[in-house]
């Protein structure tokens, strides 16, 4: 039992001495010499060169104090590690212990397969393999710099955890951020604060949370995500943008704002084209615009919201595809395909259009509106066009019609008060008589037909219709009138469809 006691001791020994011993300091220089004053430490000048534990020093003097197993070194400093490192400098201090290099210079430099670093203070930490610096540094990879005041890069991992102003600079896009961690082998740039990214083509990016790809571009955001160009603002949940191909995509609460137009789209899904040849944004799930105005506000839905904008996200056109609706306190409407030009505030509704004023329904194949912020200016209808009021507000049985191959409509105070009929005008009118105690009683139908008509509309109600043309024209009693002469062709009564609300237009048809 002593024998291997003594014997596990002195393994344990010659274990340390060797531990101990592949620590030294290896050296060697032209000219070296020692002096009684400092007998510990050695001058060495011309060609000095130690190796330590794989690492190599190249420097034109040195003072190494071989007791403690430590140096200065100065003068052209080259340090290399494997021959994947390389660090050059000014003056170097040398712990072989710790195995810490502190490095100096008005110029160091520092490259590996990676990446190069430019600053004027280093220190090299081999047992962590780490580089740390707390003064301003430049950091150059394939295709960008980052400069910062402070960090630390992990060899192992090629992360560099930045924590001060931090600067990254491209062809097309800066970023700024205070705490950002980078790997020099993936190219990406991981965001942990406030950070704002700013492209060539004046788009403006901030973020708390995510990462962007120095190689390619591309970034996301996950925290407070915002991407705003002169008055125009986009936030989202998570959001996608590569500065390169300026396609970007949004997630989840999205909101677009427009100041300049007074616009506001939101959504869930938002996919984003900013090309200078063709620039549009489109949003999907619950995708809704509103047109804000201190008088009145405009909404309106649809499965997709398609808006056409310039670079500078100026919004053009917005078209609105399958199910659309929209809503305003004086006019509503429906198809499934909208168009609206914010340049000259013309509305074109195909695909089943329909839209409301007042007691007006207006239905055909192609709808034109001149349709502003505050005013209702006119219409147009193309084919199979119909105009429908509720003729008796006690049931719902009895409809003053208006048709034709195509309409003019003219509005006043927002309030449609003449439609011009062309081409085979026909008219359906029922006429009722004030009784004393302002019930009404009807009279008769009114039945005609022409080339051309004229329809006066005053209080809601269709006033006087005047036949420019061939007309033709009957009255009769409404027993007499067979039911298939009480409707025209493409009659449709959609009181359901009329949205009532805002909320309502996200009510399928």
């Known amino acids: ?41 050695i001058i060495m000048v011309e060609k000095v060169e130690f190796e330590h534990e794989g690492m190599r020093m190249y420097c034109d003097s040195a003072i190494f104090n071989e007791k403690e197993n430590r140096f200065n070194a100065f003068g052209n400093i080259h340090i290399v590690q494997k021959d994947t490192l390389h660090i050059w400098g000014d003056e170097l201090y040398y712990e072989g212990q710790t195995k810490t290099a502190e490095m ?13 670093m430019h600053t004027t203070y280093l220190i090299l930490e081999r047992e962590q393999n780490t580089i740390k610096y707390t003064r301003w540094a430049d950091i150059f990879d394939e295709k960008s710099k980052l400069r910062s005041q402070k960090a630390t890069y992990n060899m192992s991992t090629k992360d560099i955890l930045f924590n001060s102003n931090v600067e990254i600079t491209s062809d097309s896009t800066k970023v700024y951020s205070d705490t950002m961690n980078y790997n020099t082998k993936t190219n990406i740039s ?20 995510g990462w962007y790809n120095t190689k390619t571009e591309e970034s996301m ?20 943008y590569n500065s390169q191909t300026k396609i970007g995509e949004g997630i989840s609460n999205i909101y677009i704002e427009d100041t300049t137009k007074k616009l506001v789209v939101t959504g869930n899904k938002a996919y984003i084209n900013n090309k200078d040849s063709l620039s549009y944004t489109f949003i999907t799930n619950m995708a809704m615009v509103k047109q804000v105005d ?34 305003r306190n004086d006019i509503q409407g429906a198809a499934e395909y909208i168009k609206y030009s914010l340049e000259d505030s013309i509305l074109l509704m195909t695909n089943n259009p329909v839209f ?4 007006n329904q207006i239905t055909a194949d192609t709808i034109l509106m001149n349709i502003g912020k505050n005013n209702i200016y006119g219409f147009q209808t193309y084919y199979n066009s119909l105009v429908v009021q509720n003729s008796d507000t006690l049931t ?27 081409g085979n005008a026909q008219s359906i009118y029922y006429i009722w008589e004030e009784n004393k105690d302002t019930t009404s009683s009807l009279m008769g139908v009114n039945i005609g037909s022409g080339s051309e008509m004229k ?31 009480k409707t025209l062709k493409g009659f449709m009564w959609m009181k359901k469809d009329r949205p009532k609300t805002p909320l309502d237009i996200f009510i399928e048809r």
């Open 455 to 485: 329809v006066y509309i005053d209080d809601k109600k269709i006033k006087k219709i005047t036949t420019i043309t061939s007309p033709v024209f009957y009255t009769d009693d409404e027993e007499k009138i067979i039911a298939e002469e």
């Open 221 to 240: 955001s996950v925290k407070q995500s915002q991407m705003i160009n002169k008055e125009r603002l986009l936030q989202a949940d998570t959001l996608f």
């Open 1 to 41: 039992m002593k024998i291997n006691i003594l014997f596990l001791l002195f393994i344990s020994i010659t274990s340390f001495s060797y531990s101990q011993a592949s620590k030294k300091i290896n050296y060697k220089a032209n000219w070296s010499e020692t002096r009684p004053s400092y007998p510990d430490e």
């Open 294 to 327: 201190s008088k009145d506000t405009l909404y309106l839905h649809s499965d997709t919201i398609w808006l056409d904008h310039d670079t500078s996200m100026n919004i053009k056109f917005i078209k609105a595809y399958y199910h659309a609706k929209f809503f």
């Open 396 to 422: 719902e049985y009895r409809f003053n019609q208006i048709g034709g191959k195509r309409m003019v409509g003219y509005f006043e105070n927002n309030k449609l008060y003449l439609v011009n009929v062309f």
């Open 104 to 116: 100096f210079g008005e110029r160091i430099v520092m490259k590996d397969k990676q990446m190069t």
């Open 356 to 359: 409301w004023n007042e007691q």
């Open 190 to 209: 991981t965001f942990f604060g406030p950070t704002n990214i700013i492209t060539n083509d004046s788009t403006f990016i901030y973020t708390e949370l």
